[in-house]
C-alpha cells in the first residue's frame, strides 16, 4: 500500500493488535463517529449531492476505505454513501477506483441512492477507447477501457432489479460492439451472466443468439470462455432457441482439439484451454439429438472430436495435466451419455473401457467420478454388458476406505444387476452389510431387498436374504420390506415354501 494511505495502514494496525473483540469493537466505533463527522462536520455547506467538498482526494479516499474495510470484518456501516458517490463520478481514475470497490460493497440494488448513479454507470459503460483520443488526456484522467471493466465489475456485483432493467442494454451494446477491448468483452459477457442469473429470461433468445453467434467468431480465448459461460446460462433458459448455435461450438472445439489451435497464454501443461473445451461440452449436453440428423454437416465432426479426446486422453506423470485431462475425457463420457442410443456403439464401448480404467485407480476421486459416469452410461440400453465386466472392480470399490465411493460402488451394483449375477452380488453386499457404516447402511438394506425380490429365481433364497436382513441389520429394514416377504410367503401357492420360512 502507498505511503499516502499511512492513516489506513496505522487503523488496520491498530484492529490486528486488539487483544479482544470489544477492544475492537470499541476502536472501530471510534474510528466510525469520526468519519461521520468528517463527513458531516456541521459548520460548513455540503454540496447538492450530499457530499462535504472540503475534503481533499485523499481524505475522502482514505475515510471510505475505512468504512470498506470495517464492513469487510462484518461492522454495519449505514452513512458515506455521498462521499462514494462522489467518488464514482470522479475524473480521477485513483477516485473511481475506490468509489467503485465502495459501491459494490456497501450499497444494495435497493438502495434509493442507487437511481442517481445510474447516470454515471452508464456514460462510464459507453465511455468507448477512441473518446480519450479526440482530446489532450488531462493529468490523472482515466483509461476508458478501464472505467468501463470498473462499471461491469460494480454493476455485477450489485445486481439490483432497477438496475437490471435500466442497464441490461448498455451492457449488451458494451459486448457487442467492435470498439470494445477484449478485457471489456469479458467483463461484459460475465456481468451480463450475473444479470440474467438474477432476473431470468431477461434476454430474447430469438434476437440475442446472433449475436452471440457473432462473439462466438472471436480469435481471443479468453473472450470465448467468457462468452460460453453465459452461452450456458442462456441455453440453459431457453434450450431451442440457442441449438443453432451447436456448429459454432462444434468448430471451436474442432480447433482446439484437433488442431491444438491455442495462444500459448491459455495451454495449460500443454493441454489447450481446457477450462474453454469443459464449457464446450457441458453446453453440448443441453442437446441430446446433436447428432441424430447424421446429414448435419457438424455431426461427423462432432463425433471425431470426441473420439479423439477418448482416444488420447491418458494418465499423465504431471498431477495438474491429468486432472485437466480426465476433466474434459468425463465430460467428453458425460456427452455420450446423454446422447445416449443415439451415440454410435462403438464409441459407448470405447468409453465403457477407459472407465473401467479409471475405476481401478488408486486416485479415489478419479474412481468416485468412474463409477459414477460408468453408472450412468450403463442404464443405456445395450451398454450394462460392458458394465458388468467390470463387476469384480465394483465389489472392491465397495469396500474403499471412503464412503463416497462405496455410495457409487452400491449405485453401479444396482444397475448392473439382473438374473445372471443377481446371486452373486447380493450375497456379496449381504456379506459387507455386517461391516459398513450407518450411514449407508439403510440404503444397502433398500437395495438388496428390490435386487433379490426383482431377480430371484428361487424364492427360498429370497426368503433366506430377506431374513438375513432382518438378523444382520433388523433396525434399518423398514415395514415394507417385511410385510413384503410375509406377503409373498402366506400368498404363495406350494405350501413348502411356508414350512421351509
Known sequence: MSSQARGLNNFISDLRNSKSREEESNRVEVELAKIRKKFNPGDSKLAADGSNPSLSSYQRKKYVWKLVYIHVLGYEVDFGHA??????????????????????????????????????????????????????????????DAVQCLALCSLANIAGLELIQAMHVEVQRVLVAPSSTEQVRKKAALCLLR??????????????????????????????????????????????????????????LSKLVMKKNCARDYLYYRTPSPWLQIKLLKFLQLYPNAIENNTAEYT?????????????TDVSESINKSNADHAILFEAVNLIVVWGPT????????????????ISVREPNIRYLGLMT????????????????HQ??????????????????????FVICDTDNAERIVDELVAH????????????????????????????????????LISISGDYVSDPIWHRVVQIVTNHPQGDLQGYA
Open 433 to 468: 452389510l455386517v461391516v459398513a457404516d450407518a450411514s449407508i447402511r439403510e440404503e444397502m438394506v433398500l437395495k438388496i431387498a428390490i435386487l433379490a425380490e426383482k431377480y430371484a429365481t428361487d424364492l427360498r433364497w429370497y426368503v433366506d436374504t430377506i431374513l438375513k
Open 83 to 144: 462521499e462514494v458517490l462522489a467518488l464514482v463520478r470522479s475524473a480521477k481514475y485513483s477516485e473511481k477506483v475506490v468509489g467503485y470497490a465502495a459501491l459494490s460493497l456497501l450499497l444494495r440494488g435497493s438502495d434509493p441512492v442507487m437511481a442517481s448513479v445510474i447516470g454515471t454507470l452508464k456514460a462510464d459503460l459507453t465511455a468507448g477507447p477512441g473518446d480519450a483520443a479526440r482530446g489532450k488526456k488531462a493529468k490523472g484522467a482515466v483509461k476508458n
Open 195 to 252: 444479470l440474467t442469473r438474477t432476473s431470468p429470461n431477461l434476454l430474447s433468445g430469438r434476437e440475442f443468439a446472433p449475436r452471440v453467434a457473432n462473439l462466438l467468431q472471436d480469435q481471443h480465448l479468453g473472450v470465448l470462455t467468457s462468452v460460453m459461460s453465459l452461452l450456458s446460462c442462456l441455453a440453459s433458459q431457453q434450450t431451442p432457441e440457442y441449438e443453432g448455435l451447436i456448429p459454432h461450438v462444434v468448430h471451436i
Open 392 to 413: 469384480a472392480t465394483v465389489l472392491v470399490s465397495l469396500k474403499d476406505a471412503d464412503i463416497s465411493v462405496r455410495r457409487r460402488a452400491l449405485d453401479l451394483l
Open 374 to 389: 460408468m453408472a450412468k452410461l450403463a442404464q443405456i440400453e445395450g451398454s450394462v454388458e460392458g458394465a458388468k465386466k
Open 300 to 312: 461427423s465432426q462432432l463425433i471425431n472430436v470426441v473420439s479423439k479426446i477418448m482416444i488420447e
Open 343 to 358: 451415440c454410435p456403439v462403438e464409441m459407448r464401448e470405447g468409453a465403457m473401457k477407459i472407465l473401467g480404467k479409471f
